[in-house]
């Protein structure tokens, strides 16, 4: 791969040896005209101008009292205000710009003009940097100062416009709601006189009563539903209980029946039971019980035989007792019918103060719905008027701070000075430019005139394009005065080109002390 390399790069070098004239030619054409032409070019100037947006310390200590617009709020439209037709018109009678323009059209490309070349930088929150670029250093300072000018003073004239503007509002509302006041207070003394009514009967209290009513009542309904259901429950589980159990078993059953295997095995059937359910589980209630049961009767027994000699196994046989379960479940039923009557006796009362609402609300007098309204009316007014009490004291504070420019002030930095040396072209980069170009259109140039050659230099394309077999070859005869005279011309072109490079190289280290030194 290195040797294929090294052959190719071989080859382009003897093409361009080979066609050295042409190689030079493109090089110092193309060189000259990027070179020259950069010379031909107009120069463009850059002037800058920083502006800093200062915070007063007094728009702190009434922040909250005051109404003005924030500095992001005006950064934010900031290049919109400036790059604005009206402002860039403002600059250009202040320049004396409009004589210039001999008609509408001209001054229309005059404002393009400042609005393609002028570039707003927003930097941060409190700095912002206007720059423009033109052919004339003088105009173009002129023009940066200026607009900066014109774009501080009309902020500044029209904050101070808007807060005037806002005051003088404030004040018109406030004096056309102090006269709906005086007038709403007028036709309420005037209906109250007319009228006679006392307010004694609160509509909205009804209206919060009749629904505390219908809800209570829905509720309740909701809870006789649910005792019902429940009472029919209970019946179809007392249905299935008998009033009576057996809870001892004859001693006389060895299978472990008697009265101590009986209470052990509803001992240990009782953790078992827990595991699945609770302490308030029918059968749980039932087992337990009955231990209670088992163990009185092995008191009794051991009491009627004598403490010392009786034994657990010399027990009596089978005792009756009453149900726990339906016991309790006959208690529950009747706790059940209770609620149920009271419950009932509820929406009893609960229609009967529901009707009577009813009725106090139909009879309420158009008159004091009247009242209502007028009274409504009289307190809108009041409320916006307070408010608008307090937004002029809030309006007239703003328009002090304006006025002594105690708010937020803008204070020009850095103005824009003449420019003294043009940003545009940039002959340095555009030399280094003109070399690499140079030498690129002519490798480009040589390479493409031999390929487009169609002439056979060498055996091998002799042979495959004519298909021939080669007998001789005969050389190209140079006799010495030949090669002199290709020496010669080679000097001269040499000598040509190195002058006119050493000039491009004079000019390029001049731009270069220029533009850096």
Request: neutral net charge; aromatic residues 6%; glycine residues 4%.
């Amino acid at each position: 791969m290195k040797d294929v390399s090294q052959v190719d790069i071989r080859r382009y070098w003897q093409i361009v040896i080979r066609r050295r004239y042409l190689f030079i030619a493109v090089s110092l054409f193309c060189l000259s005209v990027i070179v020259w032409g950069s010379y031909i070019m107009p120069k463009t100037y850059e002037a800058k101008s920083t502006v800093f947006v200062e915070r007063n310390v007094i728009k702190n200590l009434v922040r909250g009292m005051v109404v003005t617009p924030s500095i992001e709020e005006r950064l934010r439209v900031l290049t919109y205000a400036m790059m604005s037709r009206n402002m860039l018109l403002k600059v250009i009678n202040a320049m004396d710009l409009d004589i210039k323009a001999k008609n509408e059209a001209s001054m229309e490309s005059i404002v393009k003009d400042f609005q393609d070349n002028t570039k707003i930088m927003v930097k941060g929150n409190d700095l912002f940097v206007v720059s423009y670029r033109g052919e004339n250093p003088k105009i173009v300072r002129d023009y940066v100062n200026t607009l900066v000018s014109e774009y501080i003073e009309e902020n500044t004239g029209s904050k101070r416009q808007e807060a005037f503007g806002a005051t003088k509002f404030l004040s018109d509302q406030i004096d056309f709601y102090k006269k709906k006041i005086e007038e709403a207070e007028e036709r309420l003394m005037s209906f109250r006189r007319e009228k006679g009514l006392t307010l004694a009967t609160d509509e909205r209290t009804l209206v919060s009563s009749i629904k505390a009513n219908k809800d209570e009542m829905e509720n309740t309904e909701v809870k006789i539903k649910e005792l019902e259901a429940k009472k029919a429950k209970m019946k179809q589980q007392l249905s299935g209980e008998e009033p009576f159990t057996i809870a001892i078993i004859d001693k006389e059953k060895g299978d472990g029946s008697s009265l101590s295997a009986r209470l052990k095995m509803l001992e240990q059937k009782i953790p078992m039971l827990l595991t699945r359910y609770t302490e308030n589980y029918p059968e749980v209630i039932k087992t337990r019980a009955e231990i209670e049961t088992i163990k009185k009767q092995i008191e009794t027994q051991k009491q009627s035989q004598g403490a010392e000699n009786a034994s657990e196994g010399d027990l009596g046989s089978g005792t009756s007792m009453m149900n726990p379960l339906y016991q309790q479940l006959k208690e529950e039923l009747f706790r059940s019918d209770s609620d149920i009557d009271s419950l009932k006796a509820k929406i009893t009362i609960l229609n009967i103060r529901l009707k009577k609402s009813e009725s106090e609300m139909q009879n309420i007098p158009k008159e004091k719905k009247d009242l209502s309204d007028l009274e409504r009316d009289r307190n809108t007014y009041q409320k916006i008027y307070e408010q608008l009490l307090s937004r002029l004291g809030q309006s007239e504070v703003s328009e002090q701070m304006e006025v002594q420019d105690k708010g937020t002030t803008f204070r020009v930095v850095d103005p824009a000075i003449l420019p003294t040396k043009p940003v545009s072209p940039n002959r340095v980069l555009l030399i280094l430019i003109g070399i690499a170009a140079g030498a690129a259109a002519g490798v480009g140039a040589v390479l493409l005139s031999d390929y487009l050659d169609n002439s056979i230099r060498d055996i091998d394309t002799l042979k495959s394009q004519l298909g021939l077999q080669v007998l001789a070859v005969i050389p190209k005869i140079t006799t010495d005065d030949d090669i002199k005279k290709e020496q010669r011309l080679d000097r001269r072109v040499y000598a040509i080109s190195l002058t006119y490079l050493t000039i491009i190289g004079g000019l390029f280290i001049k731009e270069v002390i220029n533009r850096f030194l």
